[in-house]
């Protein structure tokens, strides 16, 4: 994949959360704080601006451009823990112009590890990991069957959409949600909502 396809990710995903930004805060609204919608689009249409004014040269300038502005600008778990995605994926892609599939799956994952290491969810606790991590398997499968990458980013972005769909039934055990115990069930998670469209938007740029 392209530096240009990744820079239209991040244009694509701030538009798909500013569109949905009174969704994604509906849902917080019901096991959170109502603030997850702004927070996203906040973060996001800053992240836009910044690589608009500073073109980053590298996927590892794109990375850590867009972690650094969410990190600065998101108050909450959200903004250190999708902060800490892209600064990691930047320092695993590098100083590139470009991933291929084997590339663009470790820099997902190194993002990934570095939400687990963060806020220490497992899988099941009901948060953005649920969407997450099934797409980084679906695109492991696929590259492993040797399947084309916007095909493994179509499974990618499938995976994590029944991920968070998943989140449902599940009762939270990290964040806001999990103060309210057994009573976040039958709710989504908000965060796997906004993470499914992140994978999402991904296989969307790739398909340019
Ligand atoms: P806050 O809860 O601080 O208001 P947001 O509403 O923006 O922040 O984000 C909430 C989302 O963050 C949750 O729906 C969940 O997906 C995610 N989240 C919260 N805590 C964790 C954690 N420890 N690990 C992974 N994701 C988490
Ligand atoms: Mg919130
Ligand atoms: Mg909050």
Redesign the pocket.
């Known amino acids: 994949m392209q530096l240009s396809a990744l820079v239209d990710w991040i244009h694509r995903y701030k538009d798909e959360v500013v569109a949905r930004k009174d969704e994604l805060t509906d849902l917080?609204r019901q096991i959170?704080?109502a603030?997850?919608g702004s927070?996203?689009a906040r973060g996001m249409q800053a992240a836009s601006d910044k690589i608009d004014a500073a073109v980053p040269a590298t996927v590892g300038e794109l990375g850590k451009s867009v972690g650094m502005t969410l990190v600065s600008t998101?108050g909450?778990?959200?903004?250190p823990?999708y902060g800490t995605f892209f600064l990691r994926f930047g320092t695993a892609a590098g100083g590139v112009t470009e991933l291929d599939a084997a590339g663009l799956s470790a820099a997902l994952r190194s993002g990934v590890e570095g939400?687990v290491a963060r806020?220490?969810?497992e899988p099941g606790?009901k948060?953005?990991?649920d969407a997450l991590l099934p797409a980084l398997d679906a695109i492991d499968d696929a590259n492993a069957a040797g399947r084309p990458e916007v095909e493994a980013l179509e499974a990618a972005a499938t995976a994590a959409e029944a991920g968070s769909a998943a989140t449902l039934d599940l009762v939270a055990r990290?964040?806001?949600?999990s103060y309210l115990g057994e009573r976040s069930a039958g709710h989504l998670?908000?965060?796997?909502v906004s993470?499914a469209m992140l994978v999402r938007t991904l296989a969307d740029a790739a398909k340019g």
């Open positions: 917080d959170g704080d603030d997850h927070n996203m998101v909450g778990a959200s903004g823990l939400i806020g220490k969810a606790d948060t953005m990991l990290k964040g806001r949600a998670d908000p965060g796997s993470s």
